[in-house]
């Protein structure tokens, strides 16, 4: 698992809450649970949490929620 992750990692430059937002948005356009986990080699439960993760923010934001602390 480390290995394939890793090389995905050098492939696509991107930040944690974009791949979460990506998958989801994928999810969302009709994609298979199973074939995002062999694109992105995550687990079942890892793209079920991105799934989760997206639903909670949309909502957050669909009601005007801060969903990012403005501390730095």
Known sequence: MGKKKREYERRFRIGPWRLL???AGR????????????????????ILGAI?????????????WRTRSLAK
Do not use: C, N, Q, V
């Open 21 to 23: 937002s990506t998958i």
């Open 27 to 46: 999810h969302i356009a009709g994609e298979s649970i199973k074939e995002l986990m062999e694109d992105y080699y995550l687990s079942r439960s890892e």
């Open 52 to 64: 989760a993760w997206h639903k909670r923010r949309s909502k957050a934001a669909k009601k005007g």
